[in-house]
């Protein structure tokens, strides 16, 4: 039995020769856009498998979380939490993510109602047509409310690209460990008409009081 979930969870000879091998290896070395802008209903599958198989397989908590760690830390630019936990950091939920994500939760309700649940086909179209491109952007301060305010753009070289808008950030959580006291994170929305999605990219967060944090994001990772 099945269930349709409706709710959101969210030349020619010698020389010549010689210059085509030479353009086509050079063809090969450019890097490729892995941040899919454009995806199909059969690829847009593929990913709520790829979502839903490592759930399918979780029996306790600790395997559920686990899961959700490694799925965040393959969009994740910036410092790497598991090794410091208070560098500046960004998950890019692009559209394989939120897929990816809505597979994981199929997989969860599915066990819970013991019946296979699928997301309707329409809601995934919606994902296939998202015009922009979400990041969560998670940073350290020593105010509580350090990162109210925060403004922040995507430079690719000489171009700086704004979001077409910005999500308030939360109130500063106590930080474990040592370093600075609170962790806080807010979210921005990026127009994929706006970048490109294989140009080296830095994410530039301008805080309070002048203070600056720089993410380098290697789009080539990221899917």
Request: aromatic letters at 6%; one cysteine or more; hydrophobic letters at 40%.
């Amino acid at each position: 039995m099945s269930v349709r979930c409706l709710t959101t969870w969210a030349q020619v000879g010698g020389v010549a020769a010689c210059v085509v091998v030479g353009l086509l290896t050079v063809v090969g070395l450019q890097p490729v856009s892995a941040i899919e802008v454009k995806l199909s209903a059969e690829e847009a599958q593929k990913a709520l498998e790829a979502g839903r198989a490592p759930m399918e397989k979780t029996n306790t908590p600790e395997d559920v979380k686990k899961v959700l760690q490694q799925a965040s830390l393959v969009t994740r630019v910036g410092a790497d939490p598991e090794k410091d936990p208070c560098g500046a950091s960004a998950i890019l939920r692009t559209k394989r993510y939120r897929l990816e994500a809505f597979g994981r939760q199929e997989a969860a309700e599915s066990k819970k109602r013991k019946m296979d649940v699928r997301m309707p086909e329409d809601f995934i179209k919606k994902v296939i047509d998202m015009p922009n491109m979400e990041i969560e952007v998670q940073l350290c301060g020593d105010d509580e409310y350090f990162a109210e305010g925060a403004l922040v753009e995507l430079q690719q070289g000489a171009k700086r690209i704004k979001p077409i808008d910005i999500g308030k950030a939360e109130r500063g959580r106590k930080n474990e460990g040592s370093g600075p006291i609170y962790r806080s994170r807010f979210t921005a929305l990026f127009a994929y008409e706006t970048f490109d999605p294989a140009a080296a990219s830095v994410f530039v967060v301008n805080l309070q009081e002048g203070h600056e944090a720089r993410i380098v994001a290697d789009f080539s990772k990221v899917k």
